[in-house]
């Protein structure tokens, strides 16, 4: 069974900490994605990944940083959290490929910044 | 900048009803997908559609590109309780290394 998993389902962090959220994929896949879901805005891209040591910027990138030491593993940093980065955090993979290749989804991690 | 919108954003039946979730877009895009999120839940992948025109069947959910490549839609038949969630649309242009998803549409089936 794939999968994909997320480091916490919850966190509660204060303004000014810095967050790390980690990602691991037991599926050798290529591409590892970052999006964050907040309601009426469905899923938008922050980073991603297309091999060990590779990044490129999403559509909202700002505020955040990610690091992929290993292929299955994709973590994304928020150097000094934000009232404003309260939400939810979902962390998907898809084999290297067309760009609709599918993408498998973990869980989400609910981030709330006090 | 590639938008979809959907709609409706929430729609709340009766099981048994027969239900159409729309996503629409200006830009064109060379394949189509559509996932399904449940709560607690990351989304999972339906269906991808590539060709303009192409109509898919999965079981009761019935999948449509548009000729054009610029919209989709999502017909289900005799809805289930079992087919709630939060049905996300998204696309990938031909250009793109990435796909873009829509607002979603929050589905309510009523027993």
């Known amino acids: 069974d794939v999968k994909v998993t997320q480091s916490s389902r919850y966190l509660v962090k204060r303004t000014g900490e810095k967050v790390f959220l980690e990602c691991v994929q037991d599926?050798?896949?290529?591409?590892m994605f970052w999006y964050r879901q907040d309601p009426g805005l469905g899923l938008r891209l922050i980073y991603f990944?297309?091999?060990?040591?590779?990044?490129e910027k999403g559509d909202i990138p700002e505020g955040y940083s990610v690091s992929r030491e290993k292929k299955e593993r994709f973590s994304l940093i928020l150097e000094s959290a934000s009232t404003n980065q309260t939400s939810m955090y979902l962390c998907?993979?898809?084999?290297?490929?067309?760009?609709?290749?599918?993408?498998?989804f973990g869980p989400g991690t609910r981030l709330t910044v006090l | 900048t590639q938008l979809l919108e959907q709609s409706p954003q929430f729609l709340s039946i009766q099981e048994g009803e027969n239900l159409t979730v729309y996503c629409n877009s200006s830009?064109?895009?060379?394949?189509l997908q559509w996932y399904r999120q449940e709560p607690g839940e990351g989304p999972v992948l339906l269906v991808t559609?590539?060709?303009?025109?192409e109509v898919k069947k999965l079981k009761r959910l019935t999948f449509q590109f548009g000729d054009a490549r610029k919209d989709s839609s999502l017909h289900i038949t005799a809805a289930q309780p079992g087919d709630t969630g939060l049905y996300l649309c998204?696309?990938?242009?031909?250009?793109?290394?990435?796909?873009?998803f829509g607002s979603g549409t929050r589905l309510s089936i009523r027993p």
């Open positions: 830009s064109v895009f060379s394949s």
């Open positions: 998204a696309g990938a242009a031909s250009s793109a290394s990435k796909i873009i």
């Open positions: 990944s297309y091999d060990v040591k590779m990044k």
């Open positions: 599926m050798d896949h290529e591409n």
């Open positions: 559609v590539v060709t303009g025109g």
């Open positions: 998907a993979s898809s084999l290297r490929g067309p760009s609709f290749n599918e993408q498998f």
